[in-house]
């Protein structure tokens, strides 16, 4: 299991999978290297020899790239993070296969009202540069949140999510071009 997110994340990066390609990915890909430890200290915690040892890199790249992704959110195959810096991610969250998410940008909880919980993110969801999402909200499937987005409500697949306040436009392609070497 652990084998096969590893090798569907360095796919989305590269587009193809390969031993060799996944050590040049680790030397030269900060995005693949963070999701490679992220994926290694949820499989194993703390508790063994490679959990403690993935541990410190893991806790290591969280300071040096400005990422906060605990490892208990439940993260599909294929999770590619192009640009590093300033994201931050809930620990209750969910996030779906085939997503990107681009630097400054927050995934939260909120504590109180309607909204009390954090989002769930489907599959194939494109989330660009300094864009917000909070609260229980569920992102639909194939959906673009566009840069300096702030999403507190439910947005349905096939969808372009624009602006602050956030304005919904359906589209059928609202990925292509973004996501690309799906798994």
Same mark, same amino acid.
Do not use: W
């Given at each position: 299991?652990?084998r096969?997110?590893i ?5 989305r990066?590269? *587009?193809?999978?390969?031993?060799y390609l996944? /050590?040049?990915?680790l030397?030269?890909?900060? *995005?693949?290297r963070y ?9 194993? *915690? ?17 300071f040096?790239y400005? /990422? ?9 195959k294929g ?27 927050? /995934?939260g ?18 989330i660009g ?7 229980k909200v569920?992102i ?11 999403v507190n ?7 372009i ?5 956030a304005? /919904? ?15």
């Amino acid at each position: 299991m652990i084998r096969e997110l590893i090798y569907s994340d360095l796919y989305r990066y590269i *587009g193809k999978r390969s031993f060799y390609l996944l /050590i040049k990915s680790l030397k030269n890909s900060p *995005g693949f290297r963070y999701t490679f430890f992220l994926r290694i200290q949820a499989h194993f *915690g703390r508790r063994s020899f490679i959990g403690f040892f993935s541990y410190l890199f893991y806790r290591k790249y969280c300071f040096k790239y400005q /990422i906060q992704i605990p490892p208990t959110v439940k993260i599909g195959k294929g999770f590619m993070m192009p640009h590093f810096g300033g994201i931050v991610v809930n620990s209750k969250s969910v996030i779906g296969n085939n997503c990107n998410i681009l630097q400054n940008v927050t /995934i939260g909880r909120t504590n109180r009202g309607r909204l009390n919980g954090a989002p769930v993110i489907g599959n194939q969801v494109y989330i660009g540069p300094g864009a917000v999402i909070v609260g229980k909200v569920l992102i639909g499937d194939n959906v673009l949140i566009a840069p300096n987005s702030y999403v507190n409500f439910d947005v349905p697949k096939n969808s372009i999510v624009l602006g602050n306040p956030a304005k /919904i436009l359906p589209n059928d392609n609202a990925v292509m071009g973004y996501i690309s070497n799906v798994v």
